[in-house]
């Protein structure tokens, strides 16, 4: 199975100059832990999830005088990782999987030529694997079964 059946896409992406309240809205908006940093021409530049914002997110929106100091002013470029490790998009999941464990990743981008094309994440793994036949709860569940299928 390749990356470009499992991924998620198309990605969210973000540029070097906006906020790190953006970043913040769109994570949560989207229900998603890190974003693409691209420049003008979709080529990655950098990645940018909630342990670089997670600062800013607990400021944002308290009252200047609260003691939690200003809202956040900071942008993506001075919060983004620029070493991001990528996959292709015609990569094998497998080998794609092998690579965010050994790296401890929750996601990476994709990459079609060069441009983020999509997300793939442990979640669109576990997604397919519980979409598979082999995975669905038996008829004959149980009572304890039962409670921790949804």
């Given at each position: 199975?390749?990356?470009?059946?499992?991924m998620?896409?198309?990605?969210?992406?973000?540029?070097?100059?906006?906020?790190?309240?953006?970043?913040?809205?769109?994570?949560?908006?989207f229900?998603?832990s890190?974003?693409?940093?691209?420049d003008?021409?979709?080529q990655?530049?950098g990645?940018?999830?909630?342990?670089?914002?997670?600062?800013?997110a607990?400021?944002?929106?308290?009252?200047?005088d609260?003691?939690?100091?200003?809202?956040?002013?900071?942008?993506v470029r001075?919060?983004?990782v620029?070493?991001v490790?990528?996959?292709?998009s015609?990569?094998?999941?497998?080998?794609?999987?092998?690579?965010?464990?050994?790296?401890?990743?929750?996601?990476?981008?994709?990459?079609?030529?060069?441009?983020?094309?999509?997300?793939?994440?442990r979640?669109?793994?576990?997604?397919?694997?519980?979409e598979?036949?082999?995975?669905?709860?038996?008829t004959r569940?149980?009572?304890?079964?039962?409670?921790?299928?949804?």
């Open positions: 199975m390749l990356v470009r059946e499992l998620t896409s198309p990605a969210v992406t973000v540029d070097e100059g906006q906020s790190a309240t953006t970043v913040i809205r769109l994570l949560d908006r229900h998603v890190s974003l693409p940093v691209v003008e021409k979709g990655l530049v990645i940018i999830g909630e342990a670089d914002v997670i600062g800013d607990a400021v944002l929106g308290e009252p200047v609260s003691g939690w100091g200003t809202p956040p002013r900071a942008c001075e919060r983004m620029s070493r490790v990528g996959v292709d015609d990569a094998d999941v497998v080998d794609a999987v092998a690579l965010m464990s050994r790296a401890a990743l929750k996601s990476v981008p994709v990459l079609h030529k060069g441009r983020v094309v999509g997300m793939f994440s979640s669109d793994v576990v997604r397919a694997a519980a598979r036949e082999s995975y669905r709860p038996s569940a149980g009572p304890s079964d039962a409670r921790n299928v949804t």
